[in-house]
């Protein structure tokens, strides 16, 4: 085969677009969660194109059937193995959940990250209705609403920031009594006076059946425990990249995401490409992760053309 894509996010359904398009004839393998992250938003109110905004399963669903119309073939299928070429123009091997061996020439991964959660029962039952990994995606349905948002990194200040443009109020719930994130990150809190910083508090259960009521907080020093009435809770508690089956193969750095080549997808592997969140902690955007599928698809069809 010439061309493998591990993942079906918007970075590897734009990634099969073009390379089917390029006559590469690429199979998509979906992995476990077809459709990626996406799949779990409810509605998509900034990928450009979409004037009215359009729900995550129906956009993948849209994304594959392009993908599908110019020839790509779609495997619900995941692979849990890899042996990759260290020869430039080798043939990589993969291997699916049956031990299936699969022979490509090049390989685009883009097997996404996944939102760290709190493990609380009552937070897996409200997501979708109230509890979010992603403020830039869900923010809006807030507007003019008290949210709390959990973490103390930079992703936490950047969507506390975010949504206090937004919402009326924004509690932030920091475990420790102090932030891991930047001082830089830290200081624009100074510019918002409807961010609520509570140090040392966890969340003990989000109040709510069906969507979000409020939460029950405990004061982690003295064992105080309070409601904190909110209809948004926003976990931002870091990601995984889902990258174990590439470990010790794929150059990664200390957090686990793959690291490319500074103006391209190429990872450390020749034939290799890694588009999307697996390589991309900052931006995490469906329309970043699409334009980076568009530019591993093109990296393979070049790299093709020259071995
Ligand atoms: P981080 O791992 O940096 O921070 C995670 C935060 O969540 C920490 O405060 C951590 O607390 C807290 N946390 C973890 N687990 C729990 C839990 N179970 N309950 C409560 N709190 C918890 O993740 P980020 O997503 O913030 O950042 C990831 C990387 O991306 C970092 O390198 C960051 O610098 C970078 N980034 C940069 C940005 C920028 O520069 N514009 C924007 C966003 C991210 P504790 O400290 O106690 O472990």
């Not at 734009?14 to 199979?27: G, K």
């Not at 799949?39 to 669903?61: A, L, S």
């Not at 989000?206 to 009435?229: M, Q, T």
């Amino acid at each position: 085969m010439n061309t493998i894509i591990i993942g079906s996010g918007p970075a590897g359904y734009t990634a099969a677009i073009y390379a089917a398009r390029a006559d590469l004839n690429p199979v998509i393998y979906t992995g476990l969660e077809p459709g990626g992250q996406l799949t779990t938003t409810t509605e998509v109110d900034n990928f450009p194109g979409y004037p009215n905004g359009v729900d995550g399963p129906t956009m993948m669903n849209e994304l594959k059937e392009q993908a599908e119309r110019f020839g790509t073939k779609v495997k619900i299928d995941f692979i849990s193995k890899v042996d990759f070429s260290k020869e430039r123009g080798g043939v990589h091997k993969l291997y699916t959940q049956n031990g299936d061996e699969i022979r490509s020439k090049t390989v685009i991964i883009s097997t996404g990250a996944s939102a760290k959660y709190l493990g609380l029962p009552s937070e897996k039952r409200l997501i979708g209705g109230g509890v979010s990994a992603c403020a830039v995606c869900d923010g809006f349905f807030y507007k003019n609403q008290d949210v709390a948002i959990v973490g103390g990194g930079d992703t936490a200040i950047e969507e506390a920031t975010y949504l206090a443009k937004i919402c009326s109020k924004v509690s932030m719930l920091v475990r420790k009594d102090h932030f891991r994130a930047s001082k830089a990150m830290q200081n624009r809190l100074a510019n918002f006076d409807n961010i609520e910083v509570l140090f040392n508090h966890e969340i003990e259960e989000v109040i709510g059946e069906s969507v979000v009521e409020g939460i029950k907080i405990k004061n982690n020093l003295n064992s105080e425990v309070s409601v904190l009435k909110i209809t948004g809770l926003f976990i931002a508690i870091g990601h995984t990249p889902n990258t174990d089956i590439f470990k010790g193969l794929v150059e990664m750095d200390d957090s686990g995401y793959i690291i490319t080549d500074k103006t391209s997808t190429k990872t450390n592997i020749h034939g290799v490409f890694a588009a999307g969140d697996v390589q991309d902690k900052d931006y995490r955007q469906a329309v970043t992760a699409a334009g980076t599928g568009c530019m591993a698809a093109l990296d393979a069809e070049r790299y093709l053309q020259e071995v």
